[in-house]
């Protein structure tokens, strides 16, 4: 091989290599960018229950008669960030509230024991009367009225509903109490609602007699029971989201 052959293939050999080399050197032109601040936080879902000026909250009364009746109303507030579907209601009372052994649930014998006659808790919780049972939306959607006591009489065939009837009902079947799902989140979120209850229970007057004279009623002197009613606030079903996407507004 002559000098010249030798010449060429070596620089061809050293283009070859510097080729290889210059490979891993290419530049390509880009841009990148971020999504950043991904937030995924959770709402909060909060009730609370304050009482409307002049009236109580509880039904705390002592030496009831037949006759007697009382009124209450309270509002139920969003104190949260998320809308409240449900105010699902249950009504409760201590289970160990039993008075035909003659004890009343303060311990103390209960007056009719002598006589033969005792009445259970059941019995007793009979004996009060719903007559009035309203929710009042004061929202931006409605101002309307829903009629909870003519509700229970429909959902249980009734002419008249009486705490046990509410007691039997909400131990399978609670009832929604907020109106038509307006409760919407406090202000700075939404638009507040703040639907208010109002509540009006009788004791029911029975002039019915026994055989001896007395009034059937008698067998209640004494007696006395402390009932619970137990709010639970439920959320919207999940939804897909996507720019602030809400549930729908259910408005009549």
Do not use: C
Not at 132 to 154: G, H, I, P, V
Request: aromatic letters at 10%; zero cysteines.
């Amino acid at each position: 091989m002559n000098i010249k052959k030798q010449f060429a293939l070596s620089l061809a050999s050293v283009g070859v290599g510097a080729a290889l080399l210059g490979g891993g050197t290419y530049a390509w032109f880009n841009s990148t960018a971020t999504i950043s601040e991904n937030e995924f936080a959770a709402g909060t879902l909060d009730m609370e229950v304050a009482a409307v000026n002049g009236y109580q909250i509880k039904f705390d009364l002592k030496d009831l008669k037949p006759g007697d009746y009382m009124t209450r109303r309270f509002d139920i507030k969003n104190t949260g960030s998320l809308d409240i579907k449900e105010v699902l209601l249950q009504l409760n009372f201590n289970p160990e509230t039993d008075f035909s052994e003659g004890k009343a649930p303060d311990g103390n014998e209960n007056v009719n024991v002598s006589a033969g006659k005792k009445a259970s808790a059941l019995d007793y919780l009979s004996q009060y009367e719903i007559q009035f049972f309203k929710t009042e939306a004061e929202s931006s959607y409605t101002t309307s009225d829903m009629d909870l006591l003519k509700q229970l009489k429909w959902r249980l065939g009734k002419n008249s509903v009486t705490l046990r009837d509410l007691y039997e009902l909400t131990q399978t079947e609670r009832l929604d109490i907020a109106y038509r799902n307006l409760l919407n989140p406090k202000p700075g979120t939404n638009t507040a609602d703040d639907d208010q209850i109002e509540m009006k229970i009788g004791f029911i007057n029975n002039e019915q007699k026994n055989p001896d004279g007395t009034y059937v009623q008698n067998k209640y002197q004494g007696d006395s029971i402390k009932i619970a009613f137990d709010l639970e606030a439920t959320q919207w079903e999940g939804i897909k989201r996507d720019n602030g996407d809400k549930p729908p507004i259910i408005v009549d």
